[in-house]
Nanobody
Framework: QVQLVESGGGLVQPGGSLRLSCAASGRFSRINVMGWYRQAPGKQRDLVATITSGGTTNYADSVKGRFTIARDNAKKTVHLQMNSLKPEDTAVYYC??????????????WGQGTQVTVSS
């Protein structure tokens, strides 16, 4: 089993910054794509950013130029640096990892979510 532990959420004013972190642990051979998703009340869960094991990144149009995703393969962590935050960014942010294990092959795992609130 794989566990993803998130941290870094909180309350911030418009234009401010937050840095989210997610650490993976458990039994697995390799972490493939890691990413961040977000879900506001009454909305579906949307992709924010992803990063491959080789460092290739992908961003939702709404966060391009403001958010940066990065990973540390040795520490098995992924980070999301969020700058120039807007009220529209308010949501629960979830970490996701596609993990390969000998037993189950490739499988997706989700973190517990962390609340980000952007308000004046």
């Amino acid at each position: 089993q794989v566990q993803l532990v998130e941290s870094g959420g909180g309350l911030v004013q418009p234009g401010g910054s937050l840095r989210l972190s997610c650490a993976a642990s458990g039994r697995f051979s390799r972490i493939n794509v890691m990413g961040w998703y977000r879900q506001a009340p009454g909305k579906q869960r949307d992709l924010v950013a992803t990063i491959t094991s080789g460092g290739t990144t992908n961003y939702a149009d709404s966060v391009k130029g403001r958010f940066t995703i990065a990973r540390d393969n040795a520490k098995k962590t992924v980070h999301l640096q969020m700058n120039s935050l807007k009220p529209e960014d308010t949501a629960v942010y979830y970490c996701k990892a596609n993990v390969f294990s000998v037993v189950t092959g490739p499988s997706d795992y989700w973190g517990q979510g962390t609340q980000v609130t952007v308000s004046s």
